[in-house]
């Protein structure tokens, strides 16, 4: 008997543990599927960006069949291009509206609708200058509503292209800048259409220029950049581009980077991003070999540069790919320990309950077996005493 108690009561030991074990385990389950579902469910279907839109070409527009605004213009020529919004849906909404000038981000692709990106020096008249238009549309369930966009040139002639875009948004989405690791997390649905004004047909050439190397971040990841411009007011095509980072006066290559297919907008530049692959930033003197091609165009450039030891300093505390000490998140450490001492306590705590059954159960068992007859006494009817 007792070995069947023990044993028993071993085995209800381990059916409360593992019952405590899943019941913790489903309730994380539980905690993060709720979190996936709770993002998931902020989200919108790419159809609903609320409106449609159409573009009305005027006589100036060189093809009719593009998606997009490229007109013949000529000094100190104005006049009125009208953009067509609808609202399908049964609810009011409001349409903002931006235009801006073609940019070229770090990875070679031109956007019509990056207000941070800065215009480059090269740049003699700004799109933004030359475009206007209102800030935003209001449109009533099922309204369709013509709004036109107004565009001055400017009195002096050029050669090329301007090129610029209108970004169109429903009012109410959010958007996640951050500036300090070099990405943009955008959360919404916008159109944008481009809008190009020249003045000929002569086809220029683009041509390239450095303008400085230095030390900074990609998504929170120490690197090096590039920075280089298309002074030119046309765009460049089918750019490749080739760096490597070497200590100054040494041939032994630190970091390099290539990349192909890459576009850059007229008079715009670029900052080329070169990873130094999770190693920490240090500060001194550095030289950057660069190689650029597009067609049978070709540019080399081989410059050198500084890091201080501020700027080392401050990279380095930012790499969330570097063990800082100061980066010990000490606090999901003592969340950590307190689980494994809460749990320990846990198992002490059934153990010595287990036990004191065990040893109740125990005493109970020997009181039992002292009442029993002995293994030599007789059953049957007792005899009488003898008087």
């Not at 903002?96 to 031109?110: D, F, M, P, Q």
């Not at 581009?241 to 006066?249: I, P, S, T």
Request: glycine share 8%; charged share 20%; net charge negative.
């Amino acid at each position: 008997m007792r070995k069947d108690f023990g044993k028993k009561n071993v085995n209800n030991f381990f059916k409360v543990f593992i019952s405590f074990f899943l019941l913790s385990f489903t309730v994380a389950a539980t905690n993060i599927t709720a979190w996936g579902a709770e993002e998931a469910a902020e989200g919108e279907s790419p159809s609903a960006a609320g409106f449609t839109y159409s573009l009305e070409f005027p006589e100036n527009q060189l093809n009719p069949n593009l998606g997009y605004y490229q007109l013949m213009m000529t000094p100190g020529q104005e006049q009125t291009l009208s953009v067509i919004f609808s609202n399908p849906g049964s609810e009011a909404i409001t349409v903002n509206l931006a235009l801006n000038g073609a940019k070229t981000n770090k990875t070679g692709v031109i956007e019509y609708a990056n207000r941070d990106i800065e215009n480059d020096a090269s740049l003699a008249f700004a799109f933004e200058d030359l475009v206007t238009g209102p800030e935003s549309v209001e449109l009533a369930a099922g309204e369709t509503k013509q709004v036109p966009l107004t565009v001055k040139m400017p009195e002096t002639s050029f050669e090329g292209v301007i090129a610029g875009g209108l970004q169109m948004m429903k009012a109410g989405q959010t958007e996640d800048t951050d500036s300090n690791g070099g990405s943009k997390v955008i959360n919404q649905y916008a159109y944008v259409v481009s809008i190009l004004l020249q003045e000929s047909d002569t086809e220029l050439v683009p041509d390239l220029q450095f303008n400085r190397a230095y030390g900074g971040q990609l998504n929170y990841r120490n690197s090096v950049y590039i920075n280089f411009s298309n002074v030119i007011a046309a765009y460049l095509n089918d750019l490749t581009v080739e760096a490597q980072v070497m200590k100054k006066d040494s041939n032994t290559v630190l970091y390099e980077a290539k990349k192909t297919s890459m576009r850059m907008a007229p008079n715009s530049f670029m900052e080329f991003p070169v990873s130094m692959n999770g190693e920490r930033m240090e500060a001194g003197s550095y030289t950057t070999h660069v190689l650029a091609t597009s067609g049978e165009q070709r540019w080399e450039w081989t410059e050198d540069f500084e890091i201080t030891e501020d700027e080392a300093q401050k990279y380095n505390e930012r790499d969330v790919g570097l063990t800082q000490e100061t980066g010990i998140n000490w606090q999901l450490i003592a969340l950590i320990v307190g689980g494994f001492i809460a749990a320990v306590v846990v198992i002490f705590g059934l153990i010595t309950l287990f036990r004191k059954k065990k040893q109740q159960n125990g005493k109970g068992a020997k009181g039992t077996q002292k009442k029993q007859p002995s293994k030599n006494s007789h059953t049957g009817t007792p005899k009488k005493k003898r008087r």
